[in-house]
């Protein structure tokens, strides 16, 4: 298996947190991961896209070349990016209760997901809008183990801020239920 | 501490795994995109009774790092860009006076001031000795973090076998990239070679010793030169790296290293799986350059594509390699957003060549 | 000649090879001040771990007359060489010999910095006030109005500035912790610059940070004088500029 993975959102949306958690798990399931800055991670106004190619093979090519199987798209301002990031297979997931209008792309499954209003309505607080996309993504392609994404999330998030702990596990499984 | 896998920069990898090789004394000057290695090292050497020392300049860097070596024990530097041309007058003396060390360029986008995104545009000044005189240093391709903890060992042992600075390059693009990275058990390898019969650690054990570079006769000049030239011929035989494949009928070959090689292994087994004849050479030693792997080219060759992070640098090692074997094909780019050639534009270029 | 130079031994010790033949012009003062080196080298005891870094230039034949290990550094590098030694060999003595050329002009940045990081090193700039080896040229410590190979009619300190001085800059710094200006101009003060040389070594023998002597030296060849008149020109004159002075004695 080999998903070639781009993260696209605006400032405080956390798309840097959702590649990572993506990677933490990635490598507790012993999958090889490799995340590109450079090329990768890009900062233009708070916007970025982060880049993750997550496989069981050793990675050759580590650079997401509008080859990008699994997207995730968290703000209008990004969506384009996102996009043209992808390649013509695979899924790409936006939060529509920010983008309006979808762009068709020849042979890219897009999914549509209220993520902000999802994660008011298991939160109060749009904040865990990542994890909602994440838990839907997860649902959708199971290319991560479900155990082990809630294994890092509670490592990650639970270490810091142990508050927003359960928070973020409700929108992740709300995410879940939704896809 | 038994075997772990990191998730880390490549260039916290590097710095990861100079250290549990056994270097405890990393001399460097802040500059993107090496920074990181310092930063890193500053962290994890204290645990090993080590340290990592900022110097003023890389002039500073560079001799400090000499008069680390000169006592025997492992110094590392890392650098780029600018950093690494300021080095090149001390790297030339430590090669003429046989001190070994370990330094890593991350090579990023000159000339002058460049950019700071990467690029393989060093390999001149890596390979060719960018400072005066006849000499050479060992260099060493690196295309992820897992080949820094790979070559690691090798690395220290060319340095001490052979008394002489080792160079790591590593373009700012992998330098820059996060990935996992499997590192043995920590051993200290710098230690396990006896530098009694050199070091100058006063006259306790020998009789007095001085390191000169310099020449009060003309003959003197003439004889640590040719001591050298038997030392790098052996070098030449001897430690020629290199990765090839599919070479037994390919009529196409790709020649690329760092990250253009390690994006050609895919590219070339993808295109075998189309049923077209791509084979590559994969160079590890960049010096010595690994002309062996070229000595038998298959009868099918039409073509030789030579990918690079620059405008054709490697290109005339490979010439002189073919030597007119073949005909010879460059793809290359530097700088930009995307600063390196995509599988895509190398996939086309390979087409376009079997076809012509 | 061979009983002479026995009994030279058994005066001055191991340390000073009696045996070379100096490459010094006559009258130069390096070899003062390279002696001096060696017997502060010899009372102390530290013969066998002492290690020196010299510069380019004439210092760096220094150490050719002194039994111990020696590195001949870039031109200019010395401190830096040395600071790197010393880190990963805190057990030996390590000394740079420089002149005014390598230290003052290439390698300026190299010993300010090392004398800021108060590493445990002594520094040793011999001034002439010429590039000796090179010819005579013009160094950063020439007089105002001296001739040299490059400043035919005198230094003009409207183009080439003044004449740099080196101890001065490093007054401040916390992690100097000896510092001083010398000369072997006559007798007395070669018998003082001994004192502050071991006041120097032992400043590193104690752990203590940098020490830097600046020894106010002829060169007869170099300033085109007879041996006895660029004695006279170097108290005279260069004196003048150039005091003596111990600027700080942290030792005790």
């Not at chain 1, 994440?134 to 998030?157: Q, S």
């Not at chain 2, 054990?205 to 640590?224: A, C, I, N, V, W």
């Not at chain 3, 060849?221 to 020109?233: A, C, I, Q």
Request: contains cysteine; neutral net charge; hydrophobic residues 40%.
């Amino acid at each position: 298996m080999r998903y070639k993975c781009v993260f696209s959102g605006s400032g405080g949306q956390g798309s840097a947190l959702l590649a990572k958690l993506v990677c933490q798990a990635a490598i507790v399931d012993k999958l090889k991961v490799v995340m590109s800055q450079t090329y990768g991670i890009e900062q233009r106004g708070g916007d970025s896209t982060a880049f993750v190619i997550v496989s069981d093979q050793p990675i050759g090519n580590p650079l997401v070349e509008a080859d990008g199987n699994l997207g995730i798209a968290l703000s209008a301002s990004t969506y384009g990016t996102c996009l043209a990031s992808m390649g013509n297979e695979g899924q790409l997931f936006y939060n529509s209760s920010l983008i309006k209008s979808e762009i068709e792309k020849p042979g890219l499954t897009q999914v549509p997901l209220k993520a902000s209003d999802i994660a008011i309505e298991v939160a109060g607080t749009p904040r865990g809008l990542n994890l909602v996309m994440l838990g839907a993504a997860v649902a959708a392609t199971k290319f991560l183990k479900v155990e082990t994404v809630e294994e890092v999330i509670r490592e990650t998030i639970g270490h810091k801020k142990a508050a927003l702990l359960d928070s973020n596990l409700a929108s992740f499984r709300a995410g879940l239920d939704k896809a | 501490m038994p075997e772990e896998t990191l998730f880390l920069k490549n260039t916290e990898t590097f710095a990861e795994s100079m250290v549990r090789c056994g270097v405890r004394f990393h001399f460097a000057y802040p500059i993107t995109p090496a920074s990181d290695v310092m930063k890193h090292s500053a962290v994890i050497l204290p645990a090993f009774g080590g340290r990592m020392v900022q110097m003023e300049s890389e002039l500073a860097v560079a001799n400090a790092l000499a008069g680390c070596a000169c006592t025997g024990r492992l110094g590392a530097t890392s650098t780029s860009g600018p950093g690494m041309s300021l080095m090149q007058e001390t790297i030339s003396f430590m090669a003429g006076a046989e001190l070994p060390c370990l330094m890593l360029d991350s090579m990023r986008v000159g000339p002058g001031d460049g950019d700071i995104i990467g690029a393989q545009s060093n390999y001149f000044q890596a390979t060719r000795g960018g400072g005066h005189g006849d000499y050479r240093v060992i260099v060493l391709a690196l295309d992820s973090g897992q080949s820094a903890v790979d070559l690691m060992p090798t690395a220290i042992k060319l340095a001490y076998t052979y008394r002489t600075p080792v160079l790591f390059v590593m373009d700012g693009v992998t330098a820059q990239m996060t990935e996992t990275s499997t590192f043995p058990e920590p051993h200290d390898y710098a230690s396990e070679f006896d530098t009694s019969g050199w070091r100058y650690t006063g006259t306790k054990d020998h009789p007095k010793r001085f390191l000169l570079t310099g020449s009060y006769t003309h003959s003197q000049g003439y004889e640590l030169n040719e001591r050298l030239r038997a030392k790098y011929e052996i070098i030449k035989e001897k430690e020629q790296r290199w990765e090839a494949w599919g070479l037994e009928d390919a009529e196409l070959l790709i020649v690329a290293f760092g990250i253009q090689g390690r994006m050609v292994r895919e590219l070339a087994a993808r295109m075998r799986e189309e049923k077209k004849k791509v084979g590559y050479i994969v160079p590890i030693t960049l010096w010595p350059y690994p002309d062996k792997a070229f000595e038998k080219l298959p009868k099918e060759l039409k073509r030789v594509l030579v990918v690079e992070m620059n405008h054709g640098q490697m290109l005339d090692d490979v010439r002189l390699a073919v030597n007119g074997r073949a005909p010879t094909s460059f793809l290359g780019k530097t700088g930009g957003d995307t600063p390196l050639c995509t599988l895509a534009e190398i996939k086309a270029e390979a087409e376009r060549l079997l076809e012509a | 000649m061979e009983n002479t130079q026995e009994n030279l031994s058994s005066l001055y010790g191991k340390t000073l090879m009696l045996d070379k033949l100096f490459s010094y012009c006559p009258g130069c003062g390096h070899g003062i001040v390279t002696r001096l080196v060696a017997e502060t080298i010899e009372a102390m005891g530290i013969r066998e771990k002492t290690v020196a870094v010299v510069g380019i230039g004439c210092g760096g034949f220094s150490h050719h007359y002194m039994d111990i290990d020696a590195i001949e550094a870039m031109h200019g590098r010395s401190p830096s060489v040395a600071t790197g030694f010393k880190l990963a060999s805190p057990d030996n003595f390590v000394f740079t010999y420089q002149g005014d050329g390598d230290m003052g002009a290439i390698g300026l940045a190299d010993v300010l910095h090392a004398a800021n990081k108060g590493v445990p090193i002594t520094c040793l700039m011999i001034n002439n006030t010429v590039f000796g080896m090179t010819g005579g040229q013009m160094s950063p410590t020439s007089l105002p109005g001296q001739i040299t190979a490059t400043t035919q009619k005198g230094r003009d300190t409207h183009l080439h500035g003044y004449p740099i001085l080196i101890p001065e800059m490093m007054r401040s710094m916390p992690g100097v912790k000896y510092l001083a200006r010398e000369t072997v101009a006559d007798a007395p003060a070669i018998r003082r610059a001994a004192k502050s040389l071991r006041k120097a070594f032992e400043c590193q023998e104690k752990n203590l940070g940098f020490a830097f002597i600046e020894f106010i030296v002829p060169c007869p060849t170099g300033l085109k004088k007879g041996v006895k008149e660029s004695y006279v020109w170097c108290k005279d004159q260069m004196l003048n500029y150039f005091k003596p002075t111990i600027f700080k004695d942290e030792t005790e």
